[in-house]
T-cell receptor
Framework: GENVEQHPSTLSVQEGDSAVIKCTYSDSASNYFPWYKQELGKRPQLIIDIRSNVGEKKDQRIAVTLNKTAKHFSLHITETQPEDSAVYFCAASMGTGGGADGLTFGKGTHLIIQP | SAVISQKPSRDICQRGTSLTIQCQVDSQVTMMFWYRQQPGQSLTLIATANQGSEATYESGFVIDKFPISRPNLTFSTLTVSNMSPEDSSIYLC??????????FGPGTRLTVT
């Protein structure tokens, strides 16, 4: 089955700086790569996603890049703000639209924004 | 995105008993999923629930322990059977959106004593 590795496990950055979280996946059949933000005691919230036919996607201060050949994808957050502090999870799935679309998650990155 | 609710939000149960968790969506969805998130850990897929067919379980999860029902396009239940302290976790349902995205319910925090 799919295996998703995520690094780093903890990331501390100064407010206003950029943060980058990296993930690798093992199954070349995976086609869909979402990122979730989870605040303490809350449900995971989808913040951005990318499909394998796209190399980069951006939404305001958040961007995701995908290198399908190398089987890795990254989350980039620019101009970090205190409200960006949370645990971020990457995930992968087949993206077929069918029953194989369950997500395999990375172990998570605790992002700390230092004021 | 759909509005997803779960009941109960939390429960404390004794070992050997069973708990049924409900997941309700405010619109019809084809695919629903059940995940487990142990304290301080990541999410692990338990099973995929497609309306009108048997749930598909991931490796390490079996129907006798985690029976799932999916009677219609807006509702699903997950039962945690014969519970032990190792089952203490947050159980989350998710629904697939318009394409491949998944949205999560608020979760059910289960403590087994």
């Amino acid at each position: 089955g799919e295996n998703v590795e995520q690094h780093p496990s903890t990331l501390s950055v100064q407010e206003g700086d950029s943060a980058v979280i990296k993930c690798t996946y093992s199954d070349s059949a995976s086609n869909y790569f979402p990122w979730y933000k989870q605040e303490l005691g809350k449900r995971p919230q989808l913040i951005i996603d990318i499909r394998s036919n796209v190399g980069e996607k951006k939404d305001q201060r958040i961007a995701v890049t995908l290198n399908k050949t190398a089987k890795h994808f990254s989350l980039h957050i620019t101009e970090t703000q205190p409200e960006d502090s949370a645990v971020y999870f990457c995930a992968a799935s087949m993206g077929t639209g069918g029953g194989a679309d369950g997500l395999t998650f990375g172990k998570g990155t605790h992002l700390i924004i230092q004021p | 995105s759909a509005v997803i609710s779960q009941k109960p939000s939390r429960d404390i149960c004794q070992r050997g008993t069973s708990l049924t968790i409900q997941c309700q969506v405010d619109s019809q969805v084809t695919m629903m999923f059940w995940y487990r998130q142990q304290p301080g850990q990541s999410l692990t897929l338990i099973a995929t629930a497609n309306q009108g067919s048997e749930a598909t379980y991931e490796s390490g999860f079996v129907i006798d322990k985690f029976p799932i029902s999916r009677p219609n396009l807006t509702f699903s239940t997950l039962t945690v059977s014969n519970m032990s302290p190792e089952d203490s976790s947050i159980y989350l349902c998710s629904v697939r959106g318009r394409i491949y995205e998944q949205y999560f319910g608020p979760g059910t925090r289960l403590t087994v004593t």
